[in-house]
């Protein structure tokens, strides 16, 4: 816990998030942050090609000054080199005000769970949401994703049957064995559209081998098939469906490197260090030509709530982290046939 000199509600002569002016704010104020470590159990054990998890460990930000609280959640992600211990490091080490921001920390967590808070706080200090302190519509329920988790071809048969209900399937894969478990899941929920993660898992050679299948078996886009770094080879080769950039997109600094490799971008907060770069993020890649999903890490309400403003209007949300958890905040998000609606007042915004 410490004191900062801050501009807690506007960003004083500064461009907002959705391209407009923020009025100038003369006074600073000042303004407390606190960061904890909070734990969230999942449902049932999640699995990727890197590894499990039982549990969401997250950090939660806060920040408080004049009448106000704003919170942020962030989850450290090691695939960055983060850990919730480097994480609170940067929170806790950072001396600016919220304009310092994105000088002051590099795209990620611990920017990411600052800026949202910030945000918070302007909102909850003004008495508005913040889509209108952006001066964007206010937000509309958005179709999500709902993760299968990687397992055996046979568990996953049914998780696909358990959730043949939801309107889209994200299946994660990135082993040698991914056509049994593509063939599987198509078996368990024959008619819903799906989408495929490989996080960094295949070859070229691979991709070229299961695209025909992904398509015979109705996928409609595949992130990130190969590793960052060795995936220049995706300009050379035929993409029959689309390729989404994951860990190769970051913030607006990632995009000239994806160019002829990539057809969308997956913008996730935690990746973008906040919704101000992420929102920014989005309309640089729009106007590229990109198609956009949003994406998340395993976390809470909070962690999603921002997200659901980057999310209006995208080809793909992937806003599903509340649905695996087996407890989430006191003011969690709401999930129906519409899909992920924004947060209510009292959570975030």
């Given at each position: 816990?410490?004191?900062?000199?801050?501009?807690?509600?506007?960003?004083?002569?500064?461009?907002?998030?959705?391209?407009?002016?923020?009025?100038?704010?003369?006074?600073?104020?000042?303004?407390?942050?606190?960061?904890?470590?909070?734990?969230?159990?999942?449902?049932?054990?999640?699995?990727?090609?890197?590894?499990?998890?039982?549990?969401?460990?997250?950090?939660?930000?806060?920040?408080?000054?004049?009448?106000?609280?704003?919170?942020?959640?962030?989850?450290?992600?090691?695939?960055?080199?983060?850990?919730?211990?480097?994480?609170?490091?940067q929170v806790e080490g950072f001396k600016g005000g919220w304009p310092e921001l994105p000088d002051a920390l590099p795209a990620g967590a611990a920017r990411n769970a600052l800026d949202c808070a910030f945000w918070d706080h302007a909102a909850k200090h003004a008495g508005k949401r913040v889509w209108d302190l952006l001066g964007l519509p206010e937000p509309q329920p958005e179709i999500t994703a709902y993760t299968l988790s990687l397992d055996t071809p046979e568990a996953m048969q049914k998780q696909a049957a358990a959730n043949a209900m939801r309107p889209l399937l994200k299946i994660k894969l990135g082993t040698p064995d991914d056509m049994a478990r593509l063939e599987a899941v198509r078996r368990g929920a024959p008619?819903?559209?799906?989408?495929?993660?490989?996080?960094?898992?295949?070859?070229?050679?691979?991709?070229?081998?299961?695209?025909?299948?992904?398509?015979?078996?109705?996928?409609?886009?595949?992130?990130?098939?190969?590793?960052?770094?060795?995936?220049?080879?995706?300009?050379?080769?035929?993409?029959?469906?689309?390729?989404?950039?994951?860990?190769?997109?970051?913030?607006?600094?990632?995009?000239?490197?994806?160019?002829?490799?990539?057809?969308?971008?997956?913008?996730?907060?935690?990746?973008?260090?906040?919704?101000?770069?992420?929102?920014?993020?989005?309309?640089?890649?729009?106007?590229?030509?990109?198609?956009?999903?949003?994406?998340?890490?395993?976390?809470?309400?909070?962690?999603?709530?921002?997200?659901?403003?980057?999310?209006?209007?995208?080809?793909?949300?992937?806003?599903?982290?509340?649905?695996?958890?087996?407890?989430?905040?006191?003011?969690?998000?709401?999930?129906?046939?519409?899909?992920?609606?924004?947060?209510?007042?009292?959570?975030?915004?």
């Amino acid at each position: 816990m410490r004191w900062m000199l801050s501009k807690p509600l506007f960003l004083s002569r500064a461009q907002d998030a959705s391209g407009g002016s923020f009025f100038d704010q003369d006074e600073e104020e000042l303004m407390q942050v606190s960061v904890t470590q909070d734990v969230f159990q999942l449902a049932q054990v999640f699995t990727i090609s890197r590894g499990s998890r039982t549990e969401a460990q997250v950090l939660t930000v806060a920040v408080e000054g004049d009448g106000a609280r704003g919170m942020g959640e962030c989850v450290p992600y090691a695939r960055y080199g983060e850990t919730l211990e480097s994480v609170t490091a940067q929170v806790e080490g950072f001396k600016g005000g919220w304009p310092e921001l994105p000088d002051a920390l590099p795209a990620g967590a611990a920017r990411n769970a600052l800026d949202c808070a910030f945000w918070d706080h302007a909102a909850k200090h003004a008495g508005k949401r913040v889509w209108d302190l952006l001066g964007l519509p206010e937000p509309q329920p958005e179709i999500t994703a709902y993760t299968l988790s990687l397992d055996t071809p046979e568990a996953m048969q049914k998780q696909a049957a358990a959730n043949a209900m939801r309107p889209l399937l994200k299946i994660k894969l990135g082993t040698p064995d991914d056509m049994a478990r593509l063939e599987a899941v198509r078996r368990g929920a024959p008619d819903v559209p799906i989408i495929v993660d490989a996080n960094e898992g295949w070859t070229a050679e691979v991709y070229a081998d299961l695209a025909p299948h992904l398509i015979r078996l109705g996928v409609q886009m595949v992130e990130q098939p190969l590793p960052v770094g060795q995936d220049d080879i995706l300009a050379e080769i035929a993409r029959p469906l689309p390729v989404c950039a994951d860990e190769s997109c970051h913030d607006r600094a990632s995009l000239p490197g994806l160019r002829g490799k990539y057809d969308m971008v997956n913008i996730k907060l935690d990746k973008t260090g906040g919704l101000t770069e992420a929102l920014a993020l989005k309309r640089q890649a729009l106007a590229a030509g990109y198609g956009v999903m949003v994406g998340c890490m395993v976390g809470s309400s909070l962690a999603m709530a921002p997200a659901t403003i980057l999310a209006q209007g995208v080809a793909f949300t992937d806003l599903d982290g509340p649905l695996l958890l087996a407890e989430d905040r006191d003011e969690p998000l709401k999930f129906d046939d519409h899909g992920v609606h924004p947060p209510a007042a009292a959570l975030w915004g």
